[in-house]
């Protein structure tokens, strides 16, 4: 058969599952007593186990960040632009895993797993965890797999956030942190649009308080505009405007509330397919530990007291035209940073794509990612 | 590699293990000869994005923007022991500003800028009654990023009226030499200027 994939492509990849026995302490003083995570891994651990990367994904993502998982995939893994080889993220050099966080909604324990104690689906039960509560439970795996210590934790957005939390909280454990269109913390806007999508979920009439597994029905329409919401603020009213404008689906104004404007009938899309891939559960969760993500709260609401725990080397990255994680909020990071004394780089990058700018194939954003991912190895001896 | 003369001069004045800033650090390569020669720490800052890959890839910190808000946004008072501008003052929007920032946040500060006061620059200005062009000011009125050139006259003025107490001053030509003409009548014949100063 020929090889079907592109030569920079990490190919065909498979899930690998790890089971946890040792119960987790979460940050709401609730314990998961056992738990599983779903990863998959990229490129060869060294003799040393010194390049080991970990991805951190983002509100909607999964383990599935690079290649291929049949040769009839359409689309490779959510940041195949970044991972494989010669690429940013080289698998030639490092040995990268991509874990499905825990409340996750592909494979890992969720909401939609079912719970050991009672034989039924977790739904609601499943306690709301933080990233600190990811952080510990990527660093259980990182045990399980014989690395000591991270060459980089990377992630944009949320996978930025847990970048920076394992930053300070298992300073030994991480030489890098790679920060991408992320914040310290939420605004009030962001926590307000993490609301909304919220209130879509729990009051369509098919969410039966999260218990519509057994119903053998799924908060659609909630799911679905929670989803419409998000990734408008995902995309910028440039890059909205260049591909849609105004244009109509039909030829002229049907005067009534149908798809009439290419936006609609795209947003409607976006929105219908997540529902087929995603849990709604799984999203309640995730905006939540969105909201509560705020490490400087630890101490004394002063991020520099909090990133002074922090002894690797940052780089730190946004794009202009992102108004969910807008350049500001990676400044204050920046600022942060700087005030702590630590190693930081810090790119901005010129995009029209919004919040979004993360997954694309950006020259000058691949060339600063990397210029750093090289100089990593390098130091590392990957 | 061969260090530039005036890059060489000025890792002369930095004590080494010195905490610096490099304000349009460029491609980093005064701050990587400080790092490897004089084990010096600190940031460059650089608006050019080719110019922060360069410095990423060379292993240096560099914060990416602008002079103008760069230094207000991240930098405390007293961060640095020296902020060094090396022929940037000419581009910035507010160079008196600027001065007085670099003094904020560091103990000293080193900068270096074209004379304007240069005798080709003013024979060009006083007999042809044009813009003055040449080695160091090579682009024409209307297509330069100098927007504040000034003499080196000019220059000791504006820090005698800050309260800048200049340090020490080094004149060279634009291959960076020096020479005894240059010593003796720098405004006239010198090039490109090295001010070392403090509060």
Known sequence: ?382 | MELRTDLQLISEWIRPGSRVLDLGCGDGTLLRHLRDSRQVTGYGLELDPDNVIACIDAGLNVIHSNLDDGLQQYFDDDSFDVVVMTQALQVVHYPAWLLTEMLRVGREGIVTFPNFGHWQCRLQLALGGHMPVSRTLPNPWYDTQNIHLCTFRDFEALCRQKNIRILERTVVDNAHRTSLGMRLLPNLLGEVAIYRFTR
């Not at chain 1, 660093?139 to 980089?152: N, Y």
């Not at chain 1, 509330?257 to 799984?282: K, M």
């Not at chain 1, 995730?286 to 520099?304: K, S, V």
């Not at chain 1, 702590?340 to 700018?357: F, K, L, M, P, W």
Request: aromatic share 10%.
């Open chain 1, 1 to 382: 058969m020929p090889e079907p994939f592109p030569s920079d492509s990490v190919g065909l990849v498979t899930p690998a599952r790890q089971h946890f026995d040792q119960p987790l302490e979460l940050v709401s003083g609730r314990v998961l007593e056992s738990y599983d995570l779903v990863y998959e891994t990229y490129g060869e651990l060294n003799a040393a186990r010194s390049n080991g990367i970990l991805i951190c994904h983002a509100l909607s993502g999964d383990h599935h960040a690079a290649g291929y998982h049949s040769p009839e995939d359409r689309k490779p893994g959510w940041w195949d632009t970044a991972i494989g080889p010669g690429k940013p993220i080289d698998t030639n050099r490092f040995f990268v895993v991509s874990v499905n966080n825990l409340g996750g909604c592909k494979g890992s324990t969720g909401p939609n797993t079912p719970n050991p104690a009672t034989g039924q689906f977790y739904g609601p039960d499943f306690p709301i965890v933080t990233v600190k509560d990811w952080v510990n439970s990527q660093q259980r795996l990182a045990e399980a797999l014989g690395i000591d210590r991270w060459a980089a934790v990377i992630g944009g957005s949320l996978g930025g956030m847990q970048a920076l939390q394992w930053a300070i909280d298992h300073p030994d454990r991480i030489a890098h942190a790679v920060v991408i269109a992320a914040a310290s913390k939420l605004s009030a806007q962001n926590i307000a649009f993490n609301e909304v999508a919220r209130q879509a979920i729990l009051t369509d009439p098919e969410f039966h308080d999260g218990r519509y597994y057994e119903q053998g029905v799924v908060p659609r329409r909630g799911l679905m505009l929670a989803r419409m919401l998000g990734h408008i603020t995902y995309l910028s009213d440039e890059s909205m405007g260049a591909k849609f404008g105004r244009e109509l689906r039909e030829q002229k104004l049907q005067f009534g509330y149908g798809v009439e404007f290419q936006v609609e009938s795209y947003l409607r899309y976006q929105g219908e397919s997540f529902v087929e891939r995603f849990d709604a559960n799984t999203y309640l969760l995730m905006t939540r530990a969105l909201d509560y993500f705020d490490p400087a709260a630890d101490y004394g609401n002063d991020l520099p007291t909090a990133l002074r725990r922090a002894s690797c080397g940052f780089l730190v990255v946004s794009f202009t035209s992102d108004w969910r994680f807008a350049p500001e909020r990676s400044r204050e990071i920046v600022k942060g940073l700087l005030d702590a004394d630590r190693n930081v780089s810090y790119a901005e990058i010129e995009a029209t794509q919004g919040h979004d700018a993360f997954l694309m194939p950006l020259p000058k954003y691949l060339d600063v990612f990397h210029a750093y991912m090289r100089r990593v190895a390098d130091e590392v001896g990957a």
